[in-house]
């Protein structure tokens, strides 16, 4: 009756490292969520070409993150996959993720430049005396 107790037991505990590693790999897309969210946001607000490739950076970026997360763990668990096949897997998300960061990037460049273009205009901001 022990002995069956105790397996119980380390099957659940081992049941519940799981879960509580697989939440932990989670956090890491809470980031790209909040981001992906804001650029939605902005896009929604102002329909731009920074909006439109901040957007699209960080949703792709977020795919990234889920399959690195969520996708890449689950096949190497259960699909026992090649180091080739995991290796080819690697190399292509990471040039996806690459030029995911460039369009977002691009993007926001474009926004910090239109951003400081209209800051600098004090032309007009300051009337004229009339001494």
């Given at each position: 009756?022990?002995?069956?107790?105790?397996?119980?037991?380390?099957?659940?505990?081992?049941?519940?490292?799981?879960?509580?590693?697989?939440?932990?790999?989670l956090v890491a897309i809470?980031?790209?969520?909040?981001?992906?969210?804001?650029?939605?946001?902005?896009?929604?607000k102002k329909s731009a070409?920074?909006?439109?490739l901040m957007t699209i950076?960080?949703?792709?970026?977020?795919?990234?993150?889920?399959?690195?997360?969520?996708?890449?763990?689950?096949?190497?668990?259960?699909?026992?996959?090649?180091?080739?096949?995991?290796?080819?897997?690697?190399?292509?998300?990471?040039?996806?993720?690459?030029?995911?960061?460039?369009?977002?990037?691009?993007?926001?460049?474009?926004?910090?430049?239109?951003?400081?273009?209209?800051?600098?205009?004090?032309?007009?901001?300051?009337?004229?005396?009339?001494?």
């Open positions: 009756m022990t002995l069956l107790l105790s397996k119980q037991l380390i099957k659940t505990t081992g049941h519940m490292n799981s879960i509580l590693s697989t939440l932990l790999s809470i980031s790209p969520v909040i981001l992906f969210g804001t650029c939605c946001y902005f896009l929604a070409v920074e909006a439109i950076g960080s949703g792709i970026g977020l795919l990234v993150t889920l399959f690195y997360s969520v996708l890449m763990p689950f096949l190497l668990r259960d699909q026992h996959l090649a180091y080739t096949e995991v290796s080819q897997y690697y190399t292509v998300i990471g040039i996806i993720s690459f030029i995911a960061s460039l369009c977002f990037a691009a993007g926001f460049l474009i926004l910090v430049t239109n951003t400081v273009k209209k800051n600098t205009d004090f032309t007009d901001q300051f009337p004229k005396s009339n001494d």
